[in-house]
């Protein structure tokens, strides 16, 4: 199943300049989802996190791959309208540097999950197979 940037607006609640994808490319609801983003010169952060050599703010690559995880998460049917939070970001490691111009390939797979909260494996990937990021996002269902 592919979702477009309305449809992903249908899911969850992130609008611009803070939606930080622009499609999902696979779902499977309450399992996994991969998404994309397109990383352009014109995005908002550019302008003060190194002008002179413009980097994706890691934190915003997690929140990315959250992202991804919450429409993973809240397409399940019974988490309709609801909310994904973050709980926890554990062992996070950052191995590329993300610039203008680079394609993200964001996969989150759900690897626990006990009421409204869950763990999601997450990798984001640049379009030659190099890792920018990984870790697990913990999350909670409000």
């Keep these: 199943m592919k979702l477009s940037t309305k449809e992903i607006m249908e899911i969850i609640p992130h609008r611009q300049p ?3 994808i622009d499609t999902i490319e696979e779902l499977e609801p309450g399992v996994r989802a991969v998404g994309r983003k397109c990383v352009s010169y014109n995005e908002p952060y550019f302008a003060g996190h190194f002008p002179q050599e413009p980097v994706m703010p890691g934190v915003l690559q ?4 959250a992202q991804v995880g919450a429409v993973a998460i809240l397409s399940k ?3 309709k309208g609801k909310t994904a939070y ?3 970001i554990n062992n996070a ?3 590329n540097k993300v610039v203008p111009g ?4 964001l ?3 759900i690897i626990k999950q006990k009421g409204p909260i869950g763990v999601g494996k997450a990798v984001a990937k640049k379009e030659n197979g190099d890792i920018a ?3 697990e996002l913990t999350f909670a269902i409000g």
């Design 93 to 95: 490691k950052f191995k």
């Design 86 to 88: 973050f709980a926890a």
């Design 77 to 79: 049917i019974e988490a």
């Design 62 to 65: 997690i929140e990315a791959l």
């Design 133 to 135: 990021v990984m870790g």
């Design 18 to 20: 803070f939606l930080l």
């Design 107 to 109: 996969e989150v797979e």
């Design 102 to 105: 680079d394609v993200l390939t």
